[in-house]
């Protein structure tokens, strides 16, 4: 007959961590996660895999509501704010799956890098659209992701 051994003092187990510990270490992981490109690459993934699942990032659902309005293929579009040419995007799936073409306007340079390597089919034009009374050739900007 075999006896099971159990700790002594179980009460005195501590977790590694704690709950409020927990959130950070969840917030931090979900950062990295993002920053690595995460979402870009499950999206990848799904797709090579035959899903669409993840191919509508647009906010509130707005490609789905602008593909109702918009003939199926072959159209062009202008998108200003690219960001990465995926996060948020409204035109993503219509490059994508629809066969569409366009301009993506991104005025963060390593931002407009990053979409110009994920949206191959677009042309990825590095400027700040301004007012015309806006004076000068530059324009300061601060950046805090979306």
């Known amino acids: 007959m075999r006896s099971r051994a159990t700790p002594a ?3 005195s187990l ?6 409020s510990q927990l ?7 979900r950062r990295l996660f ?3 490109g995460g979402p870009w690459l499950r999206c990848g993934v799904y797709e090579r895999l035959g899903s ?17 309005h918009l003939p199926g293929r072959g159209g062009v579009f202008v998108e200003a704010g690219a960001h990465d040419g995926y996060t948020q995007s409204n035109t993503y799936y219509l490059e ?20 110009a390597r994920r949206r191959p ?3 990825v034009v590095n400027c700040a659209l301004v007012a015309d009374d806006h004076a000068g050739p530059t324009v300061t900007m601060r950046f805090d992701d979306l």
Not at 23 to 29: E, F, G, K, L, S
Not at 99 to 110: C, D, R
């Open 52 to 68: 669409l699942r993840y191919s509508r990032p647009a906010l509130f659902d707005l490609d789905a509501v602008l593909e109702r």
């Open 9 to 11: 003092h179980t009460s």
């Open 96 to 115: 994508r799956h629809r066969g569409w073409t366009g301009v993506l306007v991104e005025a963060i340079p390593a931002l407009a890098r990053r979409a």
């Open 34 to 36: 993002y920053l690595a």
């Open 121 to 123: 089919r677009s042309r």
């Open 23 to 29: 959130r950070r270490v969840a917030w931090h992981a």
């Open 14 to 19: 501590r977790p590694v961590v704690g709950p």
